[in-house]
């Protein structure tokens, strides 16, 4: 699905990442780990085509990223669903409309769709925040919000860059175990994160994979889930 062969990306001469080779198998769960700053977020970029490598190459739904235009990763990114670590809305929107804007912004808005919507924000638990503005949100809320957002458009792999960052424990649970179930339905998940905890609190729900970025390589954090 995503594919990276000696990728290497460099911030104003400095390398970050370095002859990095990864596959990211449909169905397969994956925890990104690393210190902060060492690559975690770049990482997931180069993934879904927000960045080109400095070297190597990285394979898009078999596309090779520095081939596609425009409108090809454009219409890769409706495959992947992207939870960032900032979760940013559009203040002014409600929050149902700013979970729907990829279907507004693809022009894929139809009726179904919307009523796909309701049914979506009750999975992640906004049942009754719809209406509400993204300042009235709490912190949990904002994630499953955004995480609801990266849905929409049911993508076939989800990337999210520390989606439990800015919530309790509680909250992080229950946004682990939707990203879960969502592994289970079929879906592949990559979650970046340095939360131990969360790991290994994933033990008994899923088996995943562990990485860690470590001097600016990709290693095998010798640890199957």
């Known amino acids: ?6 990728v290497a990306y460099s911030y104003g001469g400095d390398a970050l990442l370095n002859d990095i080779s990864f596959s990211l198998a449909p169905g397969s769960f994956h925890f990104l780990t690393g210190p902060s700053g060492s690559g975690k977020t770049t990482f997931l970029k180069l993934c879904y085509g927000a960045l080109l490598p400095t070297d190597g190459d990285v ?7 520095r081939d596609m235009g425009r409108d090809a990763v454009a219409y890769a990114r409706r495959r992947i669903g992207v939870v960032h670590q900032d979760c940013k809305f559009l203040d002014h929107l409600p929050v149902n409309e700013n979970i729907a804007l990829p ?7 139809t009726p179904d769709q919307f009523a796909n919507l309701q049914e979506l924000m009750s999975w992640v638990g906004l049942v009754g925040r719809g209406n509400a503005l993204p300042p009235e949100l709490s912190g949990g809320e904002r994630q499953r919000a955004a995480l ?3 849905l929409i458009m049911s993508p076939d792999v989800i ?7 800015n919530v309790d424990w509680e ?7 939707l990203l879960v179930e ?16 969360l790991i290994r609190a994933a033990k008994a729900q899923v088996s995943a994979r562990v990485l860690r970025i470590s001097n600016h390589t990709l290693q095998s954090a010798g640890v199957d889930l």
Do not use: C, W, Y
């Open 1 to 6: 699905m995503i594919e990276l062969n000696n």
């Open 59 to 65: 394979r898009i739904f078999d596309h090779s990223a």
């Open 103 to 109: 279907l507004t912004v693809s022009g894929q808005a």
């Open 148 to 150: 609801a957002r990266a």
């Open 159 to 165: 990337l999210a860059d520390e989606p439990t960052g």
């Open 171 to 177: 909250m992080s649970q229950r946004l682990l175990r």
């Open 182 to 197: 969502l592994n289970k339905m079929g879906k592949t998940v990559m979650i970046a994160t340095h939360d131990l905890a």
